[in-house]
Protein backbone atom coordinates (compact mmCIF):
# COMPACT_ATOMS: atom_id res chain seq x y z
CA UNK A 1 0.00 0.00 0.00
CA UNK A 2 0.82 3.10 -0.68
CA UNK A 3 0.89 5.87 2.45
CA UNK A 4 -0.30 9.06 0.22
CA UNK A 5 -0.79 11.17 3.23
CA UNK A 6 3.10 11.69 3.55
CA UNK A 7 3.92 11.30 -0.11
CA UNK A 8 5.31 14.73 -1.72
CA UNK A 9 6.27 15.03 -5.21
CA UNK A 10 9.66 14.64 -4.90
CA UNK A 11 9.37 11.63 -2.75
CA UNK A 12 7.05 10.38 -4.92
CA UNK A 13 10.01 10.83 -7.70
CA UNK A 14 12.34 9.12 -6.06
CA UNK A 15 9.98 6.08 -5.26
CA UNK A 16 9.09 5.78 -8.97
CA UNK A 17 12.84 5.89 -9.46
CA UNK A 18 13.92 3.07 -7.34
CA UNK A 19 10.93 1.07 -8.99
CA UNK A 20 9.14 1.03 -5.47
CA UNK A 21 6.13 1.33 -6.79
CA UNK A 22 4.94 2.18 -10.44
CA UNK A 23 3.04 5.42 -11.96
CA UNK A 24 0.14 2.99 -12.64
CA UNK A 25 0.30 2.25 -9.32
CA UNK A 26 -0.11 5.20 -7.82
CA UNK A 27 -2.44 6.45 -10.10
CA UNK A 28 -4.68 3.87 -9.10
CA UNK A 29 -4.08 4.64 -5.65
CA UNK A 30 -5.32 7.87 -6.00
CA UNK A 31 -8.27 6.63 -8.25
CA UNK A 32 -9.36 4.84 -5.09
CA UNK A 33 -8.86 7.90 -2.30
CA UNK A 34 -10.82 10.32 -5.02
CA UNK A 35 -13.58 6.97 -5.45
CA UNK A 36 -13.71 7.23 -1.79
CA UNK A 37 -13.68 10.64 -0.64
CA UNK A 38 -15.02 12.57 -3.56
CA UNK A 39 -19.16 12.21 -3.17
CA UNK A 40 -18.49 13.65 0.29
CA UNK A 41 -16.11 16.39 -0.63
CA UNK A 42 -17.38 17.48 -4.22
CA UNK A 43 -13.40 18.67 -5.10
CA UNK A 44 -13.76 16.72 -8.49
CA UNK A 45 -16.30 17.87 -11.17
CA UNK A 46 -14.71 15.16 -13.60
CA UNK A 47 -12.49 12.54 -13.26
CA UNK A 48 -10.46 11.47 -16.54
CA UNK A 49 -11.15 8.55 -17.90
CA UNK A 50 -7.73 7.73 -19.31
CA UNK A 51 -5.18 8.35 -15.77
CA UNK A 52 -4.36 5.06 -16.32
CA UNK A 53 -2.91 5.27 -19.56
CA UNK A 54 -1.39 8.70 -18.80
CA UNK A 55 0.49 6.79 -15.97
CA UNK A 56 1.32 4.10 -18.06
CA UNK A 57 3.14 6.26 -20.76
CA UNK A 58 4.83 7.62 -18.03
CA UNK A 59 5.81 4.47 -16.73
CA UNK A 60 7.35 3.66 -19.93
CA UNK A 61 9.20 7.28 -20.55
CA UNK A 62 10.45 6.28 -16.77
CA UNK A 63 11.47 2.86 -18.14
CA UNK A 64 13.60 4.46 -21.01
CA UNK A 65 15.16 6.72 -18.67
CA UNK A 66 13.62 9.83 -19.78
CA UNK A 67 12.04 11.22 -16.60
CA UNK A 68 11.64 14.93 -14.80
CA UNK A 69 10.99 15.41 -11.06
CA UNK A 70 7.14 15.25 -12.53
CA UNK A 71 6.70 11.78 -14.61
CA UNK A 72 4.32 10.02 -13.47
CA UNK A 73 2.99 12.78 -10.90
CA UNK A 74 -0.70 13.22 -10.31
CA UNK A 75 -1.84 16.23 -10.58
CA UNK A 76 -5.77 17.73 -10.53
CA UNK A 77 -6.36 21.06 -12.39
CA UNK A 78 -8.67 24.01 -11.76
CA UNK A 79 -11.61 23.63 -14.19
CA UNK A 80 -10.61 27.53 -16.57
CA UNK A 81 -7.09 26.28 -17.54
CA UNK A 82 -7.49 24.53 -20.83
CA UNK A 83 -6.24 20.95 -21.45
CA UNK A 84 -6.92 20.23 -25.61
CA UNK A 85 -9.62 17.74 -26.11
CA UNK A 86 -11.46 17.81 -22.26
CA UNK A 87 -14.22 19.82 -21.37
CA UNK A 88 -13.48 23.07 -19.81
CA UNK A 89 -16.52 25.03 -17.99
CA UNK A 90 -14.99 27.32 -14.99
CA UNK A 91 -17.58 25.65 -13.13
CA UNK A 92 -20.66 27.48 -15.28
CA UNK A 93 -23.70 26.41 -16.44
CA UNK A 94 -23.08 28.62 -20.00
CA UNK A 95 -20.15 26.46 -20.84
CA UNK A 96 -21.73 22.96 -20.50
CA UNK A 97 -20.28 21.23 -23.84
CA UNK A 98 -17.68 23.52 -24.15
CA UNK A 99 -14.43 20.88 -24.96
CA UNK A 100 -11.22 23.04 -25.25
CA UNK A 101 -9.74 23.59 -28.86
CA UNK A 102 -5.84 24.20 -27.39
CA UNK A 103 -3.59 23.19 -24.30
CA UNK A 104 -3.02 26.48 -21.65
CA UNK A 105 1.05 27.00 -21.91
CA UNK A 106 0.90 25.50 -18.14
CA UNK A 107 -0.65 22.50 -19.00
CA UNK A 108 2.01 22.21 -22.60
CA UNK A 109 4.55 22.31 -20.01
CA UNK A 110 3.37 19.44 -17.33
CA UNK A 111 2.95 17.57 -20.49
CA UNK A 112 5.99 17.84 -22.08
CA UNK A 113 7.50 17.03 -18.09
CA UNK A 114 5.08 13.80 -18.12
CA UNK A 115 3.14 14.84 -15.43
CA UNK A 116 -0.74 12.73 -15.19
CA UNK A 117 -3.78 14.61 -14.80
CA UNK A 118 -6.25 13.28 -12.46
CA UNK A 119 -8.93 15.47 -13.73
CA UNK A 120 -10.80 18.88 -13.45
CA UNK A 121 -11.87 20.50 -9.72
CA UNK A 122 -14.78 22.45 -8.64
CA UNK A 123 -13.96 26.32 -8.27
CA UNK A 124 -16.12 29.48 -8.59
CA UNK A 125 -18.11 30.34 -11.07
CA UNK A 126 -15.07 32.15 -13.05
CA UNK A 127 -13.30 31.70 -10.09
CA UNK A 128 -15.21 34.72 -8.50
CA UNK A 129 -15.49 34.39 -4.78
CA UNK A 130 -13.96 32.95 -1.70
CA UNK A 131 -15.94 29.85 -0.64
CA UNK A 132 -16.45 27.91 -3.70
CA UNK A 133 -20.40 28.42 -2.83
CA UNK A 134 -20.50 29.62 -6.43
CA UNK A 135 -20.02 26.81 -8.53
CA UNK A 136 -22.94 26.23 -10.83
CA UNK A 137 -22.57 22.15 -8.96
CA UNK A 138 -22.32 22.57 -5.92
CA UNK A 139 -19.94 23.76 -2.84
CA UNK A 140 -16.65 21.90 -2.09
CA UNK A 141 -17.13 21.09 1.06
CA UNK A 142 -13.74 21.36 3.08
CA UNK A 143 -11.91 17.85 4.13
CA UNK A 144 -11.39 19.21 7.74
CA UNK A 145 -14.80 19.41 8.65
CA UNK A 146 -17.57 18.86 5.77
CA UNK A 147 -20.10 21.55 7.26
CA UNK A 148 -17.03 23.87 6.47
CA UNK A 149 -16.46 25.67 2.79
CA UNK A 150 -13.16 24.91 1.44
CA UNK A 151 -12.38 28.22 0.56
CA UNK A 152 -12.49 29.76 -2.82
CA UNK A 153 -11.84 30.09 -5.59
CA UNK A 154 -9.60 27.26 -6.35
CA UNK A 155 -11.91 25.25 -3.29
CA UNK A 156 -11.01 22.30 -5.52
CA UNK A 157 -7.65 22.26 -6.25
CA UNK A 158 -7.19 23.04 -2.43
CA UNK A 159 -9.39 20.02 -0.99
CA UNK A 160 -8.21 17.78 -3.52
CA UNK A 161 -4.54 17.87 -2.11
CA UNK A 162 -6.04 18.25 1.60
CA UNK A 163 -8.14 15.01 1.21
CA UNK A 164 -4.92 13.21 -0.48
CA UNK A 165 -6.97 12.90 -3.88
CA UNK A 166 -4.12 14.53 -5.70
CA UNK A 167 -0.19 15.50 -4.96
CA UNK A 168 -0.94 18.42 -5.96
CA UNK A 169 -3.38 20.55 -7.98
CA UNK A 170 -3.29 24.17 -9.98
CA UNK A 171 -4.99 26.98 -9.02
CA UNK A 172 -5.70 30.51 -10.74
CA UNK A 173 -5.20 33.60 -8.28
CA UNK A 174 -7.11 37.09 -9.32
CA UNK A 175 -7.56 38.41 -5.39
CA UNK A 176 -6.26 35.16 -3.21
CA UNK A 177 -8.03 32.04 -5.00
CA UNK A 178 -4.62 29.98 -4.52
CA UNK A 179 -3.54 31.48 -1.12
CA UNK A 180 -6.90 31.73 0.68
CA UNK A 181 -8.36 27.80 0.08
CA UNK A 182 -4.70 26.77 0.61
CA UNK A 183 -4.84 28.13 4.46
CA UNK A 184 -8.63 26.88 5.00
CA UNK A 185 -7.45 23.48 3.40
CA UNK A 186 -3.84 23.16 5.59
CA UNK A 187 -1.77 23.02 1.94
CA UNK A 188 1.02 25.51 0.65
CA UNK A 189 -0.67 27.80 -2.29
CA UNK A 190 1.87 30.08 -4.37
CA UNK A 191 0.32 33.44 -6.21
CA UNK A 192 3.96 34.15 -8.37
CA UNK A 193 4.56 37.50 -9.38
CA UNK A 194 2.30 38.95 -12.32
CA UNK A 195 3.96 37.78 -15.70
CA UNK A 196 6.09 35.10 -14.01
CA UNK A 197 3.29 32.10 -15.40
CA UNK A 198 1.61 32.40 -18.69
CA UNK A 199 -2.05 33.07 -18.67
CA UNK A 200 -2.57 31.60 -21.94
CA UNK A 201 -5.12 29.05 -21.68
CA UNK A 202 -6.03 30.51 -18.37
CA UNK A 203 -10.03 31.71 -18.65
CA UNK A 204 -9.62 35.81 -18.26
CA UNK A 205 -11.36 36.81 -15.20
CA UNK A 206 -9.52 40.08 -14.01
CA UNK A 207 -6.92 40.11 -16.83
CA UNK A 208 -4.22 42.67 -14.85
CA UNK A 209 -4.53 40.43 -11.63
CA UNK A 210 -4.96 36.80 -12.46
CA UNK A 211 -2.11 34.61 -12.52
CA UNK A 212 -2.02 30.55 -12.17
CA UNK A 213 -0.24 29.38 -8.91
CA UNK A 214 0.98 25.71 -7.17
CA UNK A 215 -1.10 24.32 -4.35
CA UNK A 216 0.85 21.99 -2.61
CA UNK A 217 1.76 20.03 0.54
CA UNK A 218 4.81 21.61 1.39
CA UNK A 219 6.85 24.38 -0.32
CA UNK A 220 9.75 22.13 -2.04
CA UNK A 221 6.41 21.04 -4.44
CA UNK A 222 5.39 24.44 -5.19
CA UNK A 223 9.21 25.13 -5.70
CA UNK A 224 9.25 22.36 -7.94
CA UNK A 225 5.97 23.23 -9.83
CA UNK A 226 6.60 26.53 -10.16
CA UNK A 227 10.30 25.69 -11.79
CA UNK A 228 8.09 24.09 -14.43
CA UNK A 229 5.73 26.52 -14.76
CA UNK A 230 7.43 29.80 -15.32
CA UNK A 231 8.93 31.48 -17.79
CA UNK A 232 8.04 34.11 -20.95
CA UNK A 233 5.68 32.71 -22.92
CA UNK A 234 5.23 34.44 -26.91
CA UNK A 235 1.52 33.28 -26.47
CA UNK A 236 1.17 36.01 -23.63
CA UNK A 237 2.68 38.92 -24.02
CA UNK A 238 2.54 40.05 -20.19
CA UNK A 239 5.06 37.12 -19.33
CA UNK A 240 8.50 37.87 -18.86
CA UNK A 241 11.79 36.39 -18.86
CA UNK A 242 13.45 35.34 -15.88
CA UNK A 243 16.19 37.53 -14.32
CA UNK A 244 16.22 39.02 -11.00
CA UNK A 245 19.04 41.71 -9.97
CA UNK A 246 20.89 41.43 -7.30
CA UNK A 247 19.75 42.97 -4.08
CA UNK A 248 20.49 44.07 -0.80
CA UNK A 249 18.86 41.04 -0.08
CA UNK A 250 20.87 39.02 -1.87
CA UNK A 251 23.85 40.54 0.26
CA UNK A 252 22.33 39.80 3.62
CA UNK A 253 21.96 36.10 2.33
CA UNK A 254 25.33 35.30 1.15
CA UNK A 255 26.61 37.10 4.23
CA UNK A 256 24.65 34.11 5.91
CA UNK A 257 22.80 36.60 7.51
CA UNK A 258 19.15 36.03 8.37
CA UNK A 259 15.91 38.12 6.53
CA UNK A 260 14.52 40.92 8.22
CA UNK A 261 10.32 40.42 7.99
CA UNK A 262 8.27 42.61 8.31
CA UNK A 263 4.88 42.98 10.12
CA UNK A 264 1.73 45.45 9.41
CA UNK A 265 0.35 45.20 12.97
CA UNK A 266 -2.14 48.26 12.02
CA UNK A 267 -3.93 45.89 9.86
CA UNK A 268 -4.84 43.64 12.59
CA UNK A 269 -7.85 45.46 14.04
CA UNK A 270 -11.48 44.33 14.42
CA UNK A 271 -12.73 41.93 11.71
CA UNK A 272 -9.60 39.70 12.24
CA UNK A 273 -10.31 36.69 14.55
CA UNK A 274 -8.84 36.71 17.49
CA UNK A 275 -7.72 32.73 17.43
CA UNK A 276 -6.26 33.78 13.64
CA UNK A 277 -4.38 37.15 15.56
CA UNK A 278 -3.19 34.69 18.27
CA UNK A 279 -2.16 32.20 15.38
CA UNK A 280 -0.58 34.87 13.61
CA UNK A 281 1.71 36.20 16.75
CA UNK A 282 2.58 32.61 17.36
CA UNK A 283 3.73 32.72 13.58
CA UNK A 284 6.26 36.00 14.57
CA UNK A 285 7.55 34.36 17.60
CA UNK A 286 8.50 31.49 15.68
CA UNK A 287 10.53 33.65 12.95
CA UNK A 288 11.44 35.36 15.85
CA UNK A 289 13.23 31.84 17.29
CA UNK A 290 14.36 31.12 14.07
CA UNK A 291 16.86 34.06 14.17
CA UNK A 292 14.53 36.67 11.75
CA UNK A 293 14.55 40.14 12.53
CA UNK A 294 11.06 41.42 13.00
CA UNK A 295 10.35 45.11 12.00
CA UNK A 296 6.73 46.65 12.25
CA UNK A 297 5.98 48.37 8.42
CA UNK A 298 3.09 50.29 7.78
CA UNK A 299 1.18 50.03 4.42
CA UNK A 300 -0.70 53.62 4.98
CA UNK A 301 -3.11 52.96 1.78
CA UNK A 302 -3.86 49.03 2.75
CA UNK A 303 -7.34 49.90 4.13
CA UNK A 304 -8.33 51.35 0.17
CA UNK A 305 -7.27 47.62 -1.24
CA UNK A 306 -10.53 45.97 -1.41
CA UNK A 307 -12.47 48.73 -2.44
CA UNK A 308 -9.65 49.01 -4.98
CA UNK A 309 -10.17 45.42 -6.07
CA UNK A 310 -13.73 45.27 -6.30
CA UNK A 311 -13.51 48.35 -8.23
CA UNK A 312 -10.38 46.57 -11.10
CA UNK A 313 -11.87 42.88 -10.89
CA UNK A 314 -15.46 43.60 -12.03
CA UNK A 315 -14.53 46.01 -14.46
CA UNK A 316 -11.88 43.72 -16.37
CA UNK A 317 -14.35 40.54 -15.53
CA UNK A 318 -17.34 41.99 -17.09
CA UNK A 319 -15.22 42.94 -20.43
CA UNK A 320 -13.74 39.72 -20.45
CA UNK A 321 -16.92 37.71 -19.80
CA UNK A 322 -18.78 39.60 -22.74
CA UNK A 323 -17.49 37.00 -25.18
CA UNK A 324 -19.99 34.25 -23.49
CA UNK A 325 -22.32 35.31 -25.74
CA UNK A 326 -24.09 31.80 -26.66
CA UNK A 327 -22.75 31.95 -30.04
CA UNK A 328 -18.94 31.39 -29.72
CA UNK A 329 -18.68 28.56 -27.08
CA UNK A 330 -21.13 25.89 -24.76
CA UNK A 331 -24.79 26.91 -24.05
CA UNK A 332 -26.81 28.41 -26.55
CA UNK A 333 -30.65 29.46 -25.93
CA UNK A 334 -32.60 30.75 -28.57
CA UNK A 335 -34.32 34.08 -28.11
CA UNK A 336 -36.77 36.20 -30.39
CA UNK A 337 -33.60 37.83 -32.20
CA UNK A 338 -29.80 38.05 -31.40
CA UNK A 339 -29.86 40.00 -29.05
CA UNK A 340 -32.39 37.84 -27.34
CA UNK A 341 -30.35 35.36 -27.62
CA UNK A 342 -27.80 36.94 -25.70
CA UNK A 343 -29.85 37.94 -22.94
CA UNK A 344 -31.56 34.69 -22.82
CA UNK A 345 -28.24 32.80 -22.91
CA UNK A 346 -26.62 34.84 -20.27
CA UNK A 347 -29.70 34.79 -17.74
CA UNK A 348 -29.97 31.35 -18.10
CA UNK A 349 -26.02 30.06 -18.16
CA UNK A 350 -24.75 32.71 -15.67
CA UNK A 351 -25.10 32.24 -11.40
CA UNK A 352 -25.46 35.29 -9.61
CA UNK A 353 -22.52 36.27 -8.30
CA UNK A 354 -21.16 36.30 -11.88
CA UNK A 355 -24.12 38.38 -12.70
CA UNK A 356 -23.82 40.89 -10.32
CA UNK A 357 -20.11 41.03 -11.18
CA UNK A 358 -21.01 41.55 -14.68
CA UNK A 359 -23.30 44.63 -13.74
CA UNK A 360 -21.21 46.18 -11.35
CA UNK A 361 -18.10 46.12 -13.81
CA UNK A 362 -20.62 47.41 -16.84
CA UNK A 363 -21.21 50.61 -14.39
CA UNK A 364 -17.59 50.88 -13.59
CA UNK A 365 -16.52 51.04 -17.23
CA UNK A 366 -19.89 53.18 -18.33
CA UNK A 367 -18.74 56.81 -20.16
CA UNK A 368 -20.00 58.45 -16.83
CA UNK A 369 -18.44 56.97 -14.74
CA UNK A 370 -15.24 55.23 -15.68
CA UNK A 371 -13.00 58.34 -14.57
CA UNK A 372 -14.77 58.13 -11.12
CA UNK A 373 -14.46 54.70 -10.40
CA UNK A 374 -11.56 52.77 -12.70
CA UNK A 375 -9.76 55.46 -13.21
CA UNK A 376 -9.47 56.17 -9.62
CA UNK A 377 -8.98 52.53 -8.45
CA UNK A 378 -6.10 52.19 -10.94
CA UNK A 379 -4.31 55.14 -9.25
CA UNK A 380 -5.06 54.15 -5.67
CA UNK A 381 -3.67 50.88 -6.54
CA UNK A 382 -0.57 52.80 -7.50
CA UNK A 383 -0.57 54.43 -4.03
CA UNK A 384 -1.07 50.78 -2.31
CA UNK A 385 2.11 49.42 -4.54
CA UNK A 386 4.57 52.42 -3.27
CA UNK A 387 3.96 51.86 0.07
CA UNK A 388 4.98 48.06 -0.57
CA UNK A 389 7.87 49.07 -2.50
CA UNK A 390 8.63 52.04 0.17
CA UNK A 391 8.33 48.98 3.15
CA UNK A 392 10.81 46.42 0.94
CA UNK A 393 13.40 49.02 1.60
CA UNK A 394 13.48 48.57 5.23
CA UNK A 395 12.74 44.32 5.18
CA UNK A 396 12.83 41.97 2.98
CA UNK A 397 9.63 40.00 3.09
CA UNK A 398 6.08 40.99 4.58
CA UNK A 399 4.36 38.42 7.23
CA UNK A 400 0.21 38.60 7.47
CA UNK A 401 -2.57 36.48 8.16
CA UNK A 402 -3.76 34.84 4.96
CA UNK A 403 -7.07 35.07 5.80
CA UNK A 404 -8.83 37.09 8.60
CA UNK A 405 -11.19 33.68 9.13
CA UNK A 406 -10.84 30.35 9.62
CA UNK A 407 -13.13 27.99 7.44
CA UNK A 408 -16.29 29.39 7.97
CA UNK A 409 -19.80 27.20 7.81
CA UNK A 410 -21.25 26.48 4.09
CA UNK A 411 -24.52 28.89 3.83
CA UNK A 412 -23.17 31.43 6.60
CA UNK A 413 -21.70 34.13 3.97
CA UNK A 414 -24.04 33.53 0.90
CA UNK A 415 -26.84 36.08 1.74
CA UNK A 416 -24.03 38.81 2.18
CA UNK A 417 -22.07 39.18 -0.38
CA UNK A 418 -19.98 42.03 1.63
CA UNK A 419 -19.13 39.85 4.09
CA UNK A 420 -17.35 37.25 1.77
CA UNK A 421 -15.21 39.93 0.14
CA UNK A 422 -14.16 40.84 3.43
CA UNK A 423 -12.80 38.01 3.97
CA UNK A 424 -10.25 39.09 1.27
CA UNK A 425 -8.78 41.81 3.14
CA UNK A 426 -4.91 40.06 3.22
CA UNK A 427 -4.76 38.64 -0.46
CA UNK A 428 -5.93 41.23 -2.77
CA UNK A 429 -2.96 43.27 -2.18
CA UNK A 430 -0.24 40.83 -3.30
CA UNK A 431 -2.47 40.86 -6.99
CA UNK A 432 -3.08 44.69 -7.14
CA UNK A 433 0.96 45.24 -6.55
CA UNK A 434 1.80 42.18 -8.61
CA UNK A 435 4.02 40.91 -6.08
CA UNK A 436 4.25 37.37 -5.17
CA UNK A 437 2.80 35.85 -1.61
CA UNK A 438 2.64 32.21 -0.61
CA UNK A 439 0.03 30.95 2.54
CA UNK A 440 1.95 28.28 4.60
CA UNK A 441 -0.10 26.24 6.87
CA UNK A 442 0.93 28.05 10.56
CA UNK A 443 -1.65 25.43 12.92
CA UNK A 444 -5.29 24.47 13.65
CA UNK A 445 -7.94 26.12 15.63
CA UNK A 446 -10.45 23.63 17.49
CA UNK A 447 -14.35 24.77 16.69
CA UNK A 448 -16.91 22.55 17.65
CA UNK A 449 -14.40 19.68 18.11
CA UNK A 450 -12.78 19.48 14.44
CA UNK A 451 -9.13 21.07 13.86
CA UNK A 452 -9.26 24.12 11.41
CA UNK A 453 -6.07 24.75 9.63
CA UNK A 454 -5.35 28.38 9.58
CA UNK A 455 -2.26 30.57 7.15
CA UNK A 456 0.15 32.98 7.51
CA UNK A 457 1.43 34.45 3.87
CA UNK A 458 4.74 36.02 3.07
CA UNK A 459 4.94 38.53 0.82
CA UNK A 460 7.90 39.33 -1.27
CA UNK A 461 9.21 42.11 -3.63
CA UNK A 462 8.63 41.36 -7.37
CA UNK A 463 10.09 38.64 -8.97
CA UNK A 464 11.58 37.14 -5.46
CA UNK A 465 9.49 33.68 -5.37
CA UNK A 466 13.10 32.42 -4.13
CA UNK A 467 12.53 34.40 -1.34
CA UNK A 468 9.15 32.88 -0.36
CA UNK A 469 11.04 29.48 -0.68
CA UNK A 470 13.39 29.97 1.09
CA UNK A 471 11.93 31.54 4.15
CA UNK A 472 8.83 29.36 3.71
CA UNK A 473 10.59 26.37 4.11
CA UNK A 474 12.44 27.45 7.44
CA UNK A 475 8.75 27.88 8.73
CA UNK A 476 7.61 25.07 8.00
CA UNK A 477 11.03 23.13 8.99
CA UNK A 478 11.77 21.22 5.33
CA UNK A 479 15.59 20.71 5.17
CA UNK A 480 17.06 23.98 2.73
N1 LIG B 1 -12.28 36.00 -3.43
C1 LIG B 1 -11.84 36.87 -4.47
C2 LIG B 1 -13.00 37.22 -5.36
O1 LIG B 1 -14.06 36.82 -5.09
C3 LIG B 1 -10.71 36.26 -5.21
C4 LIG B 1 -11.06 35.50 -6.42
C5 LIG B 1 -9.87 34.97 -7.16
O2 LIG B 1 -8.72 35.14 -6.77
N2 LIG B 1 -10.12 34.38 -8.31
O3 LIG B 1 -12.85 37.89 -6.32
Do not use: W
Amino acid sequence: MIDLSSLTIKKAHDHLMKGDFTAVDLAKTYLAQIEKKNKDINAYLEVFADVLEQAAVADKRIAEGKSTLLTGIPLAIKDNILIEGRHAGSASKILEGYIATYDATAIKKLKAAGAVFLGRTNMDEFAMGGSNENSAYGPVHNPHDEARVSGGSSGGSAASVAMNGALAALGSDTGGSVRQPASFCGVVGLKPSYGRISRNGLMAMGSSLDQIGPITKNVEDSEILYSFLKGNDPMDSTTLPDKINSTATDEKMKSGKKLTIGVPMHLMKEGVDADVLKNYNEAIERYKSLGYEIKEVTLPNSGYALAVYYVLMPAEASSNLARFDGIKYGMHVDGENLIDDYVQTRTAGFGKEVRRRIILGNYILSAGYYDAYYNKANLVSELIRSDYEKAFEEVDLILTPTSPLPAFKIGEKLADPLQMYLADIFTVTANLTSMPAISLPSGVVMKEGKSLPLGVQLTAPLYREDLLFTVGKDFLNEKV
